[in-house]
């Protein structure tokens, strides 16, 4: 079974800065895209950052200028440095990841982790 685990949540001031990690674990063969989305109370998840396995990126319109998304291929790890935070900002961050398991290398499935909460006081 594939797990993705994320840290890195916690309660900043505006204009401060946090970094998210996830690590993803089980019987992995390959990741493909990996990423975060957000859901803030009341609104529907969001994309904020993909990252590809070469390392090509897209933002959300909101994030870009301020959150850089990284990823460790061989820790099958992915980061979210987010600064300048705005108290918009404020959600629950969850790390996706598409992988190809051992057992199933015909195809790709999409994993989410429980997700990390993240507040940006006023």
């Known amino acids: 079974q594939v797990q993705l685990v994320e840290s890195g949540g916690g309660l900043v001031q505006p204009g401060g800065s946090l970094r998210l990690s996830c690590a993803a674990s089980?019987?992995?063969?390959?990741?493909?895209?990996m990423g975060w989305y957000r859901q803030a109370p009341g609104k529907e998840r969001e994309l904020v950052a993909t990252i590809s396995t070469g390392d090509s990126t897209n933002y959300a319109g909101s994030a870009k200028g301020r959150f850089t998304i990284s990823r460790d291929n061989a820790k099958n790890m992915v980061y979210l440095q987010m600064n300048s935070l705005k108290p918009e900002d404020a959600a629950v961050y969850f790390c996706?990841?598409?992988?190809?398991?051992?057992?199933?290398?015909?195809?790709?499935?999409?994993?989410w982790g429980q997700g990390t909460q993240v507040t940006v006081s006023s």
């Open positions: 089980g019987s992995i063969f390959s990741i493909n895209v």
């Open positions: 996706y990841a598409h992988i190809m398991q051992y057992a199933y290398r015909s195809g790709y499935s999409n994993y």
